[in-house]
Nanobody
Framework: QVQLVESGGGLVQSGGSLRLSCVAS????????IGWLRQAPGKEREGVSC????????YYAESVKDRFTFSRDNDKNTVYLHLNNLKPEDTAVYYC?????????????????WGPGTRVTVSS
């Protein structure tokens, strides 16, 4: 059974940093495209970053490029999203998600399994 669990969210001041983690169980993340997505209050869910191991494809949304960094620990079957220079508009629930067809895409529609999310709140 696939399970994804995010952690690391919290309340941080503008300009601060957080590291989000997503631990996978029941699957090997090497066989999936992995996405980080977020949903801000009153807004639609949007892609933040995605990674596809076979090609090394790694994409970021323009709004987070140069501030957020995707990384992974194969031994722990875990991926991370490092959030730096946070802004109030980054406030959202952040999700990790996987796609078995390995489509690395920022569209939420391609992802088939999701974690419950972790909340990030950035104060001004």
């Amino acid at each position: 059974q696939v399970q994804l669990v995010e952690s690391g969210g919290g309340l941080v001041q503008s300009g601060g940093s957080l590291r989000l983690s997503c631990v996978a169980s029941g699957i090997n993340l090497d066989n999936y495209a992995i996405g980080w997505l977020r949903q801000a209050p009153g807004k639609e869910r949007e892609g933040v970053s995605c990674f596809r191991r076979p090609t090394g494809s790694l994409y970021y949304a323009e709004s987070v490029k140069d501030r957020f960094t995707f990384s992974r620990d194969n031994d722990k079957n875990t991926v991370y999203l490092h959030l730096n220079n946070l802004k109030p508009e980054d406030t959202a629930v952040y999700y990790c998600a996987i796609d078995g067809s390995q489509i690395c895409d920022l569209s939420p529609l391609v992802y088939e399994d999701w974690g419950p999310g972790t909340r990030v709140t950035v104060s001004s």
